[in-house]
């Protein structure tokens, strides 16, 4: 008997995947708000980001733009 007549045939689930565009990745952020030109960003995307992390529940980096936000005069 070949593998595939024998009763061990698993099962496959299939798992639907969403994917939503992001406009950066997490180290393009970090690197844009750590270094000098961070002021490429206006205040509007900065409050935007740090409100969209800390909906998320990803305080760490909210703070970091919370802190960028204050630095910058928001």
Same mark, same amino acid.
């Given at each position: 008997?070949?593998?595939?007549?024998?009763? !061990?045939?698993?099962?496959? &689930?299939?798992?639907?995947?969403?994917?939503?565009?992001?406009?950066?990745?997490?180290?393009?952020?970090?690197?844009?708000?750590?270094?000098? !030109?961070?002021?490429?960003?206006?205040?509007?995307?900065?409050?935007?980001?740090?409100? &969209?992390?800390?909906?998320?529940?990803?305080?760490?980096?909210? &703070? &970091?733009?919370?802190?960028?936000?204050?630095?910058?005069?928001?």
């Amino acid at each position: 008997m070949g593998e595939s007549e024998g009763g !061990n045939q698993e099962k496959r &689930k299939v798992i639907n995947i969403t994917t939503f565009p992001v406009p950066l990745s997490i180290e393009e952020i970090k690197q844009t708000i750590f270094s000098n !030109n961070s002021a490429k960003y206006t205040k509007d995307q900065i409050i935007t980001q740090a409100f &969209k992390f800390h909906s998320e529940g990803n305080i760490t980096e909210a &703070k &970091k733009y919370y802190q960028l936000c204050i630095k910058q005069g928001c």
